[in-house]
């Protein structure tokens, strides 16, 4: 099953609802799904962050954020 999960901040962020998300996405991949998550590409401790890359078995994609540049 092909699953996407939205969020406004993902990983590398440490906030609660950034740490839930990530321990569902995992166990979800962990079932053998495709999971994906769609997320900004907000810096992080002032460095870019990659616009595509696989962590723990998650495709993460970060899109522009508006007011970002």
């Known amino acids: 099953m ?3 999960y939205i969020s406004p901040r993902f990983y590398p962020f440490k906030g609660g609802a950034e740490q839930n998300l990530l321990s569902l996405a995992t166990r979800t991949a962990k079932y053998g799904h495709d999971v ?8 992080f401790n002032k460095e870019k962050l990659k616009k595509d890359e696989f962590f723990k078995g998650l495709r993460i994609i970060r899109q522009m954020a ?3 540049s």
């Open 2 to 4: 092909k699953i996407a």
């Open 36 to 43: 994906t998550v769609l997320t900004t590409n907000v810096k």
């Open 66 to 68: 508006i007011g970002e």
